[in-house]
């Protein structure tokens, strides 16, 4: 069966890097579009970056040019590097995968304060 466990979370100071993992089973990892969507409290969930089977990469604009979307397909895991953090980034941080149906990890806590 599908599933996707993320770890790495954490409190960090503003501008300061985390490095978020999402161990992935049961499917191709390396054919599956694989996306970073959070969750700030109080908001809705919202998509953060994109991964595609064919190795294209799109993010939103809060957070392109800080956060890098990457998978290790030997270690069936996908990656989201988040440097130079901010506030507005603290929120429960989630894989999500289309593979005949919806799959979503339990999340992480990304907690970003001085």
């Known amino acids: 069966q599908v599933q996707l466990v993320e770890s790495g979370g954490g409190l960090v100071q503003p501008g300061e890097s985390l490095k978020l993992s999402c161990a992935a089973s049961g499917f191709i990892l390396s054919s599956a579009d694989m996306h970073w969507y959070r969750q700030a409290p109080g908001k809705e969930r919202e998509w953060v970056a994109l991964?595609?089977?064919?190795?294209?990469?799109n993010y939103a604009g809060s957070v392109k040019g800080r956060f890098t979307i990457s998978r290790d397909n030997a270690k069936k895991t996908l990656y989201l590097q988040m440097n130079s953090l901010k506030p507005e980034d603290t929120a429960v941080y989630y894989c999500?995968?289309?593979?005949?149906?919806?799959?979503w990890g339990q999340g992480t806590q990304v907690t970003v304060s001085s």
């Open positions: 991964l595609t089977s064919g190795g294209n990469t």
């Open positions: 999500y995968t289309y593979w005949s149906r919806e799959y």
